[in-house]
């Protein structure tokens, strides 16, 4: 099973990212030190560049095989081998992962290079290149991986470098926080991923194929069907469950979604790279992976298209009133990460992934753009302290635009092809509903982008004379990025175009392997097809899009009125309510996080006062019985010992003196006896 021309490749398209790791990591301070940054530049950006035309030349040959060979394994050792449980370390490359590998190094390559700018003041240069180079690596190894726990790896790697990056400016205590929170959010969607990969193994082990390789677990998941799992539900819904329940912390979704918005405390790079193109990508990847598993759990797709839709309107309702430029963009991609579960819940696997593709273009380009205007204000994020930006930022205005156009879905930019597209699946599969909110998630993001636009583009400069007076574009290494996915923003949706439009599918087509399971097929058939319908739809949604720019730009360009006072009018409590993001986190902290800290410190008196207390008396009664021991030792056990010692070496020395050596002297002591005996018996007779 394996491709002679490629299979190499597959290996190295991983491993470079982790030698450049291992470079900066190991020896980036001395080459800092010793030949500058661009040494590290070099290492940083060149690795993961070269595992892009390595990529690239993999991916033009899976293109010249048929659609049913595009696949290659690349085994390389051995990895766990206990009981039946037989796992390798082996890359698995098909369709699906080779979308993601052109994306994590393609988009990422950009984003190392863009932070060859951003970050080249920074004490610390290798450090952050060695982090972002691991990140690349284990997000790799996450998309590539042969089997599921090999995929728990890559899926644990990225939460690491995701809480490094984080906190990586970790001397401010509010970045150091909000790496925590990110690390500690996630471990509980991780906890719910391994007790579903020992379900799902338990549950092939009781059918007769014991396996966690997912090539094998596609082959024999019709054999759980109707096996009785936990709490009343099927094995497939109990570990499709707590897959997704994984997912909804990786991605962001309620009710885990709360560590992204935080996770803007770290540098902008990481926000594009982490935040918005990649790690946050992987739920929706993995529940893509996992194709045949949830077609074959109604109610957990239920569970996921309905979670989705609710996060797409709820985090868009927030990004509408937040004031710093990466906070918007934050609740942004919580949103469309919403509007991706939306689509893989009702099926539209594809549309799913072909957004997850198109938003790594457009969000990547906007907080790029974000970071270039951060950049340019000297690391201020107040959109409120920004404005009339446009003239003295050409290329991060013109890229922002063509991004934010993209997002909002306006026709033909790439959000358009593929966001509008998962509108309508959620339509087609029957769930008129969440239909709704997606269509009103559509408008109201066009509002708050906008927003965002006008706010730090347009009208006067509202910042200080010397923030004004240092205004600059980018330097290259940060507009090239910027143009190139700006580019993509444009023209990166034509690869799949909407069903009323014509028969334009190559992205689907090339995709169609991945999603070819019995239980996924019959998914795909359950929605219904009407172009006219469609195209209806396509236009009531541009309808309000529309409308929620032209109240942008109502408020925001003409001035006409506050936004503000708008939300006051409206409903003064729930515009704070939204304005302090429905106070999810002051839920929290009064909630789960009072009750560990409460758990704690009753842990900590327990602790103090009963354990310490007991561990205290125990050492108090040894040192006592110690003495005790002690002094029974000097006083009695040694006072016996030396009298007896002391009584014979006495006796010893008075019996010494009888022996004088003198041969006369015995022989008359030997006469006296004979004399003293003879007498005695003598007088005994008489």
């Not at 699906?96 to 610390?124: A, K, N, P, Q, R």
């Not at 503000?564 to 729930?574: D, P, R, T």
Request: a neutral charge; one cysteine or more.
């Amino acid at each position: 099973m394996e491709h002679p021309l490629t299979v190499d490749f597959v290996r190295w398209i991983v491993l470079l990212p982790l030698a450049g790791a291992a470079i900066n990591f190991l020896a980036g301070a001395r080459l800092q030190r010793d030949f500058g940054k661009r040494v590290i530049s070099l290492v940083g950006c060149g690795t993961v560049l070269a595992a892009f035309a390595l990529a690239v030349y993999a991916w033009a040959a899976m293109l010249a095989l048929p659609p049913a060979d595009r696949f290659m394994l690349d085994y390389l050792w051995r990895w766990i081998y206990v009981g039946k449980l037989r796992l390798d370390i082996a890359f698995w490359l098909d369709p699906l992962s080779m979308l993601m590998v052109l994306i994590i190094t393609g988009v990422g390559g950009l984003i190392h290079i863009y932070s060859t700018g951003y970050m080249h003041e920074d004490e610390s240069y290798w450090r952050f290149f060695g982090w972002l180079n691991l990140f690349t690596f284990s997000m790799l190894v996450l998309v590539l991986a042969d089997n599921l726990w090999l995929m728990f790896v890559g899926w644990e790697g990225v939460g690491l470098c995701s809480f490094a990056l984080i906190g990586f400016w970790y001397k401010e205590l509010s970045n150091t926080a909000a790496g925590n929170k990110a690390f500690i959010v996630n471990r509980v969607g991780d906890w719910a991923f391994v007790v579903a990969l020992y379900s799902l193994f338990t549950g092939l082990g009781a059918a007769g194929h014991p396996t966690l390789v997912i090539r094998d677990v596609a082959h024999w998941a019709p054999a759980l069907a109707g096996m009785p799992g936990y709490f009343g539900m099927s094995l497939v819904t109990f570990v499709t469950l707590l897959l997704f329940a994984g997912a909804t912390g990786k991605s962001a979704q309620i009710p885990l979604h709360v560590w992204l918005p935080d996770a803007m405390a770290g540098p902008t790079p990481v926000s594009a790279l982490i935040h918005a193109a990649t790690m946050v990508t992987a739920g929706v990847y993995m529940v893509a992976r996992l194709n045949f598993l949830f077609s074959m759990a109604p109610a957990t797709m239920l569970a996921i298209s309905t979670v989705g839709t609710l996060t797409a309107f709820f985090a868009a309702t927030i990004g509408a009133t937040q004031n710093d430029i990466k906070k918007v963009l934050a609740y942004s991609t919580v949103s469309q990460l919403g509007y991706m579960f939306a689509a893989v819940g009702v099926g539209a696997y594809v549309d799913g992934v072909f957004h997850l593709m198109t938003h790594a273009f457009f969000k990547g380009c906007l907080f790029l753009g974000a970071g270039s205007v951060i950049h340019a204000m000297g690391g201020v994020q107040d959109m409120r302290l920004m404005g009339g930006l446009r003239k003295r930022l050409p290329i991060t205005f013109w890229t922002f635009l063509a991004a934010t156009l993209a997002i909002c879905g306006v026709p033909p930019f790439a959000g358009f092809m593929s966001k509008d597209a998962i509108i309508w699946d959620s339509f087609a599969h029957g769930q008129p509903a969440l239909w709704a909110l997606l269509w009103v998630g559509a408008g109201i993001t066009a509002f708050y982008m906008f927003r965002q636009v006008y706010m730090t583009f347009f009208g006067e400069f509202r910042g200080t004379h010397d923030q004004a007076h240092h205004l600059h574009e980018s330097p290259p290494s940060m507009t090239l990025a910027l143009v190139v996915l700006g580019g993509l923003s444009v023209v990166g949706g034509f690869v799949e175009l909407p069903g009323f439009i014509g028969r334009f599918d190559p992205f689907g087509n090339f995709l169609v392997p991945v999603f070819n399971s019995p239980a996924t097929r019959r998914v795909a058939q359950s929605a219904i097809e009407n172009r006219g319908l469609e195209a209806g739809f396509g236009v009531l949604s541009l309808a309000l899009v529309a409308a929620g720019w032209f109240l942008a730009d109502l408020i925001y360009r003409q001035g006409s009125a506050s936004f503000e006072w708008v939300g006051e009018i409206w409903g003064g409590a729930l515009y704070r309510t939204v304005l302090n993001k429905y106070y999810v986190d002051e839920a929290y902290a009064a909630g789960p996080v009072a009750a560990v800290l409460e758990t704690s410190r009753a842990s900590a008196w327990f602790d103090f006062h009963i354990i310490d207390w007991i561990v205290n008396f125990a050492a108090t009664l040894a040192v006592f019985s110690s003495w005790l021991s002690g002094r029974l030792d000097r006083y009695v056990v040694d006072g016996l010992v030396n009298l007896v010692s002391n009584l014979t070496l006495e006796a010893g020395g008075r019996m010494r003196r009888l022996q004088t050596g003198s041969i006369n002297g015995y022989l008359y002591g030997i006469l006296a006896a004979v004399t003293l005996a003879l007498l005695v018996r003598a007088v005994l007779r008489a």
